[in-house]
């Protein structure tokens, strides 16, 4: 059975910063591209950053790059968020899946894996 389950999530002051983990199980993931996602209440979800699996791509949505920083540990199986100078707008359940591709799609549909989530709250 494949798991991707996320933690480090949590309740930070603006400006603060905080590291999110997924550890996949059931499988190896070679050849995906891991992704974090995130969804705010009463809006759609969407794409933050992802990785290819070689490491040699990554992308960033707008809103977060500069601050957010997206790693993967292969030999664990394992993809990090962090997220640094948080803000307000920050908060939101975030996700991490894994696609099947060696390019980075930023449509969640692509996306054949997900996890449960976790949630950050920033407060002002």
């Known amino acids: 059975q494949v798991q991707l389950v996320e933690s480090g999530g949590g309740l930070v002051q603006a400006g603060g910063s905080l590291r999110l983990s997924c550890a996949a199980s059931g499988r190896t993931f070679t050849g995906y591209v891991m992704g974090w996602f995130r969804q705010a209440p009463g809006k759609e979800r969407e794409f933050v950053a992802a990785?290819?699996?070689?490491?040699?791509?990554?992308y960033y949505a707008d809103s977060v790059k500069g601050r957010f920083t997206v790693s993967r540990d292969n030999a664990k199986n394992t993809v990090y968020l962090q997220m640094n100078s948080l803000r307000p707008e920050d908060t939101a359940v975030y996700y991490c899946?894994?696609?099947?591709?060696?390019?980075?799609?930023?449509?969640?549909?692509?996306?054949?894996?997900w996890g449960q989530g976790t949630q950050v709250t920033v407060s002002s």
């Open positions: 899946a894994a696609d099947r591709s060696t390019v980075i799609n930023t449509d969640g549909r692509t996306y054949e894996y």
């Open positions: 990785k290819t699996w070689s490491g040699a791509s990554t």
